[in-house]
């Protein structure tokens, strides 16, 4: 199966900082899906299809990359981001997901 | 307004199984494939498997194929999954997710804990 690897699995970040968080992905995927999940609630719908902002999330957020290399960027990081974010694939089964980023604001 | 309503806490004894139900409102239930997905404590997510409501075609991670079964009623638009033989290891939160195109879920239940314990 194709393990997603995800760095750092902690990031420290101040208001008004930009931040980047990476998947890496053991064998080539299409494209890389990513959600965002607070503590006790459902994970959200965040950037599919590697870049595309789902409904509703922010233009400071933005996805990139291929192959085996993707990231999620934070142009200036809110207090509402706060966080924990999970990259996803689909290219070739089983679906998996990686470890997950937890965002934390100083 | 796409909604997926699941089923309240389950407690189980090890050894028993459980069915957990995610009720769809909102849309056509047949059109998008149902997925089902297992979050551990604190953990990461992991994929369980999915159902094709239109015709109860389902796909399973082989990590869960012995361990859950997925199941749909388009009559009431609720789709199912039973696991049996439950362990510790079983624990969870489990969430019902639905596709908006293949593998991408835009839309996901409120998760269900089950807990085994005797």
């Known amino acids: 199966q194709i393990v997603l690897s995800q760095s750092p699995a902690i990031l420290s970040a101040s208001p008004g900082e930009k931040v980047t968080m990476t998947c890496r992905a053991s064998s080539s995927v299409s494209y890389m899906h990513w959600y965002q999940q607070k503590p006790g609630s459902s994970p959200k719908p965040w950037i599919y299809a590697t870049s595309n902002l789902a409904s509703g999330v922010p233009a400071r957020f933005s996805g990139s990359g291929s192959g085996t290399s993707y990231s999620l960027t934070i142009s200036r990081v809110e207090a509402e981001d706060a966080a924990t974010y999970y990259c996803?694939?689909?290219?070739?089964?089983?679906?998996?997901f990686g470890a997950g980023t937890k965002l934390e604001l100083k | 307004e796409v909604q997926l309503q699941q089923s309240g806490p389950e407690l189980v004894k090890p050894g028993a199984s459980v069915k957990i139900s995610c009720k769809a409102s909102g849309y056509t239930f047949t059109d998008y494939n149902m997925h089902w997905v297992k979050q551990s404590h604190g953990k990461s997510l992991e994929w369980i498997g999915y159902?094709?409501?239109?015709?109860?075609?389902?796909g399973y991670n082989q990590k869960f194929k012995s361990k859950a079964t997925l199941t749909v009623d388009n009559s009431s638009s609720t789709a199912y999954m039973e696991l049996r033989s439950l362990t510790s290891e079983d624990s969870a939160v489990y969430y019902c997710?639905?596709?908006?195109?293949?593998?991408?879920?835009?839309?996901w239940g409120q998760g269900t804990l089950v807990t085994v314990s005797a």
């Open positions: 996803q694939q689909w290219s070739s089964n089983p679906l998996t």
């Open positions: 997710a639905r596709e908006l195109r293949p593998g991408w879920f835009a839309y």
């Open positions: 159902i094709y409501p239109y015709n109860g075609g389902t």
